[in-house]
C-alpha cells in the first residue's frame, strides 16, 4: 500500500517556463514533507521541505504548496532550467522525521531548450 | 569538508555472502538511516538509529542487520537471508530531531552475482 504517491512519471517543460511536480500522501498522520532531487547513481539533494502548519513554503525558484484537506503537495519551479532535469522525488513523515522517511516513486522532470 | 561518506561506489558479492556497507559521517549528527532503492522505485527505509547503541527496524529490515557503536558509523550488513539484495543502497543522517532534513550520502550499488 503506497502512502506516497506521484502519479506522473515523467514529466517534459520548456526552458524557462513553470514547472509543476505533484505529489499525494493517505497517511493523514503525516506532518513533515520534503522534496528531493535526484540523479542516477547519486545520492537524493534536499531541495525543499513543509510542515502541516503551513500552507506554502519558498526558497529562491522553488515554491512546496500543502493542501491537507485534499492530502496534495506540488513543487513548483520558476523558470525552469536545463540544470533542474533531474528526478524528484516527494517524501513525508510523522512526528517530524526523526523515524525516517516515506518516499513516492519519483517524476523525472525532463527540461526541454 | 562536512558529509556523508559510503565505499565503496560499486560492490559485487556472491550469492550467499553477507556483505557490510560502510557509512560514515563528520557532520556531528545524531541520528543515522539506511534506505534501499530499486530501480523505478522510491527510497524504502531498512534501519534507523537515533543514538549510539540504539537502533530500529524500519520497513524493510529483514535480511540485513547493522550496529551504531560510534556516532559517527553506522554500518549495513546484507546478509544471505536478504533474498534480493542486488540495489543502490543509501545512508542518510540528520539532527534526529524532529523537522529537520536528512543529507544523504552517495550510495553504494550492490551487485550479488
Known amino acids: 500500500d503506497q502512502q506516497v504517491k506521484q502519479n506522473s512519471p515523467s514529466l517534459s517543460v520548456q526552458e524557462g517556463r513553470i514547472s509543476i511536480l505533484n505529489c499525494d500522501y493517505t497517511?493523514?498522520?503525516?506532518?513533515?514533507f520534503l522534496w528531493y532531487k535526484k540523479y542516477p547513481a547519486e545520492g537524493p539533494t534536499f531541495l525543499i521541505s513543509?510542515?502541516?502548519?503551513?500552507d506554502k513554503n519558498e526558497d529562491g525558484r522553488f515554491t512546496v504548496f500543502l493542501n491537507k484537506s485534499a492530502k496534495h503537495l506540488s513543487l513548483h519551479i520558476v523558470p525552469s532550467q536545463p540544470g533542474d532535469s533531474a528526478v524528484y522525488f516527494c517524501?513525508?513523515?510523522?512526528?517530524?522525521?526523526?523515524?525516517?522517511?516515506?518516499f513516492g516513486k519519483g517524476t523525472h522532470l525532463i527540461i526541454q531548450p | 569538508d562536512g558529509g556523508i561518506t559510503q565505499s565503496p561506489k560499486y560492490l559485487f558479492r556472491k550469492e550467499g555472502q553477507n556483505v557490510t556497507l560502510s557509512c560514515e559521517q563528520n557532520?556531528?549528527?545524531?541520528?543515522m538511516y539506511w534506505y534501499r532503492q530499486d530501480p523505478g522505485q522510491g527510497l524504502r527505509l531498512i534501519y534507523y538509529?537515533?543514538?549510539?547503541?540504539?537502533?530500529q527496524k524500519g520497513d524493510i529490515a529483514e535480511g540485513y542487520s547493522v550496529s551504531r557503536e560510534k556516532k559517527e558509523s553506522f554500518p549495513l550488513t546484507v546478509t544471505s537471508a536478504q533474498k534480493n539484495p542486488t540495489a543502490f543502497y543509501l545512508c542518510?543522517?540528520?539532527?534526529?530531531?524532529?523537522?529537520?532534513?536528512?543529507?544523504f550520502g552517495p550510495g553504494t550499488r550492490l551487485t550479488v552475482l
Open positions: 517524501a513525508a513523515s510523522s512526528g517530524g522525521g526523526a523515524d525516517g522517511l516515506t
Open positions: 497517511n493523514s498522520m503525516f506532518d513533515y
Open positions: 542518510a543522517s540528520n539532527h534526529g530531531s524532529s523537522y529537520n532534513e536528512q543529507f
Open positions: 557532520l556531528n549528527h545524531d541520528a
Open positions: 513543509i510542515s502541516s502548519i503551513k
Open positions: 538509529s537515533q543514538i549510539v547503541n540504539d537502533f
